[in-house]
């Protein structure tokens, strides 16, 4: 990779979508600088993803924040260990318990302080409206919307160099995301994306995120190389 | 105050203009969810001065949140204790070495996350578009995109209680933020603006903050409470 290329700001869980945003980022020719974040989430094993797959991609830099403040304010399961993981079917619409209060926005917010300063020309971010569990910011209008945000809240905007935000997923179906990982790729197993996976990282199969997950391999019609317990 | 008043996330960083923004809240009857940050700055007499006048205002409750993440990612003389801290007039148009990359929209973001655990309806900041330092992220055409963004990324818009950013002291001065301050009984000596203030919160009287400040009081015609070194 050229020290003249372009750089971006990536957001990796650890999970199989933002893997795959990550490959796409490296493909289109990027310097990439991924952001991780340790936010009192219930798999730590999803941060040991990270790790490694940042590792595998042989990226710019690997860094992870810790964010101690969801713990503070509660709100989801995903980090309030009193609140039960659902395991129904959560496709009426209603936006589900493991929503983290305006986390989008809060990983994107961190992630452009970091592009500032890198004077990187782009944050990738995995969302994905298709397949999606009704979260609100994973929605493009959201997406649209922190963009016009980020040129006016910083340097970048100001000076000329804006700052794009970039969802190579946004329209995909799970089946698709999966395709188009595969082709760049992308080793899944070392992938998790389950809300509730063991220290091994071996998936409950029960969860939303496990659920979507399984649905996208039998839709791709490939073999599913996740590690259920 | 009452329990069914509207709730407001407040942010305060123990200066002038937040301490101001924090008595214009509590004056317009909202129970006060006051947010401070420890992000690493040099002046931590900041946050005690945060402590007590959240105290002495008897707000509803008070939160400061650890964030490392700027010690990280650098690029700010505020955080970056190897860069020197300038003491000459920076009113020439360019953005100071004391920028936050992206500061307000993650102090934003988080009050945002906050805000709907809460069902608040408002967050205030203390931004000002008049005597400011050439921020980015201090002007109404960024406070108003974040305002945009906000409702797209929570449930709060999706629900249709929106919630607004209150920016009680954007078209002030700083000697108008001061007359108001002290109308609503904001005591001045409390709050520290000193970008460099001692562990006792006295401030050096030659930075950036410390000349707008002084200026404002000089303007609006009112004894400077400030303990100078």
């Known amino acids: 990779m050229s020290e003249t290329a372009p750089k971006a700001v990536v957001l ?3 999970g199989l979508d933002s893997a ?3 490959a796409d980022a490296a493909a289109r020719g990027y310097q990439c600088y991924v952001l991780s974040f340790d936010y009192g989430q219930r798999s730590v094993t999803e941060l040991n993803a990270a790790r490694a797959i ?4 042989g990226v710019a830099e ?3 924040i810790r964010l101690n403040h969801l713990e503070d304010i509660g709100g989801s399961a995903l980090t309030d260990h009193s ?3 659902p395991e129904e079917d959560s496709s009426d619409g209603a936006i589900p318990v493991t929503y983290v209060p305006a986390r989008n926005t809060v990983f994107l917010s961190l992630a452009l302080g970091w592009a500032e ?3 990187a020309s782009a944050i990738f971010i995995g969302v994905n409206a298709v397949d999606y569990s009704g979260y609100p910011d994973c929605r493009p209008e959201f997406i649209a919307a922190f963009e016009t945000m980020a040129n006016l809240a910083t340097k970048a905007g100001v000076t000329g160099r804006p700052i794009t935000i970039e969802t190579p997923l946004i329209d995909l179906t799970k089946a698709q995301i999966i395709q188009r990982g595969t082709e760049l790729g992308v080793d899944y197993s070392m992938t ?3 809300y509730q996976a063991d220290d091994q990282g071996r998936a409950c199969a029960v969860c939303d ?3 979507l997950r399984k649905q996208g391999f039998d839709d791709a019609v490939m073999t599913d190389p996740t590690r259920y317990i």
């Open 117 to 119: 300063v890198l004077e």
């Open 192 to 194: 998790v994306s389950c």
């Open 62 to 64: 690997h860094r992870i």
């Open 54 to 57: 940042a590792h595998q991609q």
């Open 12 to 14: 990796l869980s650890g």
């Open 83 to 85: 609140m039960a993981m």
């Open 209 to 211: 995120s496990c659920r």
């Open 20 to 22: 795959t945003a990550l």
